[in-house]
């Protein structure tokens, strides 16, 4: 599962749904972002379980993706790394690997499938 996103963009949407994640949650499943595919766009939520935040993410194209529970610190801390230029996210399907590339590096983490 490969789509293209411009760094701008994912920086964004790391800053608007991370602003509702507490790094000290209750439940660890509250640590995690939600990316859910929706057509040409993928919907970003965070919650610290009374507020939800929602944010969309425009890609270049529609791709296959399942809902993927992406752990926040680690994409936060990826996307603030990226350059200006579009950003490849990868997704490993059976391993639930996301790596994050530009021309600045790569950055590897690991998600969970919902």
Not at 28 to 50: A, Q
Not at 73 to 79: E, L, Q, R
Not at 89 to 98: A, G, I, N, R, W
């Amino acid at each position: 599962m490969v789509f293209i996103a411009q760094s701008c963009d994912l920086k964004a949407v790391a800053a608007a749904v991370s602003s509702v994640i507490s790094g000290k949650n209750a439940m660890p499943i509250l640590d995690n972002m939600l990316f859910s595919p929706d057509g040409d766009h993928i919907v970003v939520t965070g919650s610290d379980g009374d507020n939800s935040v929602y944010a969309r993410l425009s890609i270049e194209e529609p791709v296959d993706l399942i809902p993927l529970l992406v752990p926040a610190k680690d994409f936060c801390d990826a996307v603030k790394h990226l350059g200006d230029m579009p950003a490849t996210v990868d997704v490993d399907p059976k391993s639930f690997e996301m790596r994050i590339s530009d021309f600045m590096g790569d950055f590897c983490f690991m998600c969970s499938g919902t």
